[in-house]
Every structure is written in structure tokens, then in C-alpha cells.
């Protein structure tokens, strides 16, 4: 059980009146407080779907006590740490989350195409003051709450409550001054029954990309999921799910680079039949009708739609997810593959929460002494080191 003050009266969250309570709340966009502490965390009431629940604010995890289910570990132990007060900021007053990105969300007429997008998607040129595009996917996945999972959720994650969830998290979000979600584009879970409303709806979320203009033209941000990449005359079609009939075209210089620069997410995906290839696109619109990527990044997920980046991580999140404990995967936005994270957090462990480390078999003394420096910062925290490729996966209560 929930407590919360909702306009200026406590309930709980399974007061039968709690629905309406959250009903009016949603009507005069108030602000609810989470009374997990005496000073309360202030949240709002999102839609998902056709449901309505209350939502941490972004940025706001670490203002909630310890055993709040809102509560997330601190930032400085994932990549988004280097990124607050720069890349992301918090804005206080529309309780957004105001985003730099080191990607254009526009293009001039170029024969480049999308090949330099592919070599800067994933850089890590990035110091902190913008965001690249996986950066950003990373970020939408975090705000989303797909990085959080108990085994009470098992058959209930599904790409319906992702696409709602996302869509939730890009509208907390702003850059320019304009909201994210106008700029993203999510596939909707795709029924054919209802097919030609589903297809007029994409239609008009994307006609931005065709309409005429002098300038450069505009590009949107599309996530999704990628069925298969099926060859063209010349490049790649990429195949998004719940999009059939959809042209999304990739060129052939920027299929090398992409197979190239993420073999290792496309080795994890097709290695495991259960497991979701995730892409984060800016898109851009031909004359012609079809729709072209510009910038590309990859991102796999397993069954539970929980971030991979490796094998290791593969193999202890499925050591994890039959738990019942909660459990958070630490992101690594635009942190270097070099540098250590904490890859898991179990916040529920007492006497402590327990954050988990993985040393890949690369990892060389500059990662041990940052490793180092990251555990002893966080004494209150009990730590789970292990060394793949050394030794076997310690048992979790080591």
C-alpha cells in the first residue's frame, strides 16, 4: 500500500475511490505528493492507455526513501551521472526534463546520407553537454521505467505497454522549447481490424516529413522495434514491427557501417529468438513517398524488454528476472565501454541495497581504479563484483 496526498487529502492506493481521486487529479493536472518521506516527492497522474496512475517526475528517483517502489539508485552510478546539469536538465516549474542533443533534428539536401550518421551514433566523443541518439534512447527507456523489473510482472510487458510508456516519457521531455513527443514518432501496436485508422494515424504523425519547404528539411526521432533488414536494390529495407507495408530505407555505405559498429547488438539479437532489436532513428522524408534513415543507433532487449549490451549481462538478467525482489538495469547512455557501471541494482537487499558489477574480460587497470572509486563513494550500498571470463557468476548472495 501507497500513500499519497491528492489535492490536499491523503489516500492510498488501494482506496476504493482512489480511480476517481486520480480521475479529478488528471482533469486539473495537480500534482500529487508521494509520502514515502515527511517532505513528500511531487508526481503527476499519466494515462496510460486507458488507465490512469501516478508517475515519478523526471529526475526525481533519488528524492524518494530507499523502499519507495518510485525510488531509483543514484545517477553517478550509471552514464547518466556525467550527463545532469548539462545534457539533461530538470526544469522545476513544467516538471520536464529539458534535453541538449549533439544530433540535428533537421538536413540540408546532402549526398552523404545517412553513412557519417551511422559512424557518430554511438560516439563517445560526448562530454556531458548533449546527448547523442543512443543517449537518448537510453534516456527514454530510464524515464519509462523498462529498466525496473520483479517477476510480479511476468506476461504483463508487452510492446502495448511499451509503446504507451515511451510515449509517456518522450512527453516529460522537451528540447528547443518543444515538447519531445511532437518529434518522436512510436509504432502503435498494430491490430488489423483496425488497420486503416491505425495507417491514417501514422500518416498524419509523419506528414511533417514530406511537407515542402526551402530550408532543411525536418526529421523525426522513430523508435522501434526491427522485425529484419531485407535487402533493396541498392542498401537495405528495414522492417519495423507493427508497421507492415511501412518503406524505410537504409543505404548500402551506411548497412556496412551499421553491421560493422553494432555486430555485437546484432550477434546478441539473432543469437537469442526471445530477445528485441530496438532502433532509434532520425527519418527523413523523399518526394518519392519513402521514408530514409538518416542517423541510426541499436539497442538489444530481452524478453522483458530490459536493456543488454553483452553476453555477461544476458546471463545475469536471467539469473535475475524469476526473482520476485525488484531489481533496476543501470544504463549506460554515453558513457565509453571502457568505464565502469553499476549493471544491475537491487534496492530491496537489506541490510542494504546491493549494486552489481560485471568486469568484462577487456577490462584493463583504469577500469579496476575507476570500479574502485565507485564502490568506495557508495558505502551505503554492499557490492557484487563479477570477473567474466575469470570465474564463474558468484551466487547473488555472495
Known amino acids: 500500500m501507497r500513500w499519497f496526498l491528492i489535492n490536499g487529502m491523503a489516500a492510498n492506493d488501494e482506496a476504493d475511490d482512489f480511480q476517481q481521486r486520480l480521475t479529478l487529479a488528471y482533469r486539473d493536472k495537480a500534482r500529487p505528493l508521494c509520502l514515502c518521506n515527511d517532505e513528500g516527492v511531487a508526481m503527476y497522474v499519466a494515462k496510460i492507455g486507458d488507465h490512469l496512475a501516478i508517475k515519478r517526475m523526471p529526475l526525481t528517483g533519488a528524492d524518494h526513501s530507499a523502499v519507495c517502489p518510485s525510488y531509483e539508485p543514484p545517477y553517478e552510478l550509471s552514464g547518466l551521472g556525467p550527463l545532469m546539469g548539462g545534457a539533461i536538465k530538470l526544469d522545476p516549474v513544467a516538471g520536464t526534463a529539458i534535453v541538449k542533443l549533439d544530433f540535428s533534428l533537421s538536413k540540408r539536401s546532402s549526398s552523404r546520407g545517412a553513412t557519417a550518421a551511422c559512424e557518430a551514433a554511438d560516439s563517445i566523443k560526448n562530454d556531458g553537454r548533449k546527448l547523442s541518439l543512443r543517449g537518448l534512447l537510453h534516456f527514454l527507456w530510464h524515464e519509462s521505467g523498462l529498466t525496473e523489473w520483479t517477476a510480479h510482472w511476468v506476461g504483463k510487458r508487452h510492446w502495448r505497454q511499451v509503446y504507451h510508456h515511451l510515449q509517456e516519457a518522450a512527453g516529460m521531455m522537451s528540447v528547443r522549447q518543444q515538447s519531445l513527443a511532437e518529434r518522436v514518432f512510436i509504432p502503435e501496436p498494430f491490430r488489423a481490424d483496425d488497420k486503416v485508422v491505425i495507417e491514417q494515424r501514422r500518416m498524419q504523425a509523419l506528414s511533417a516529413l514530406f511537407e515542402a519547404s526551402s530550408g532543411p528539411r525536418k526529421l523525426m526521432v522513430l523508435v522501434a522495434e526491427i522485425k529484419e533488414f531485407s535487402p533493396a536494390r541498392e ?24 553491421q560493422h559498429r553494432f555486430e555485437t547488438e546484432l550477434t546478441l539479437w539473432r543469437s537469442n529468438e526471445s530477445s528485441h532489436l530496438i532502433a532509434i532513428a532520425t527519418i527523413a522524408g523523399h518526394p518519392s513517398g519513402v521514408v530514409t534513415v538518416n542517423e541510426i543507433a541499436l539497442m538489444v532487449v530481452t524478453e522483458q524488454w530490459l536493456p543488454i549490451e553483452n553476453a555477461f ?22 558513457l565509453a565501454r571502457t568505464r565502469p557501471l553499476a549493471n544491475v541494482v537491487l534496492p530491496d537487499r537489506r541490510p542494504s541495497a546491493r549494486a552489481l558489477y560485471i568486469v568484462p574480460p577487456s577490462a584493463d587497470e583504469s577500469f579496476e581504479t575507476d570500479l574502485h572509486a565507485m564502490i568506495t563513494a557508495r558505502s551505503d550500498m554492499s557490492a557484487w563484483i563479477w570477473r567474466a571470463g575469470e570465474e564463474e557468476m558468484p551466487p547473488l548472495t555472495a
Open 235 to 258: 542498401g537495405q529495407i528495414v522492417v519495423i514491427k507493427h508497421m507492415p507495408g511501412f518503406l524505410l530505407h537504409l543505404e548500402e555505405a551506411a548497412w556496412r557501417l551499421l
Open 313 to 334: 549481462e544476458q546471463r545475469l538478467l536471467k539469473r535475475l528476472t524469476p526473482l520476485r525482489e525488484k531489481m533496476i538495469k543501470g544504463l549506460r547512455f554515453d
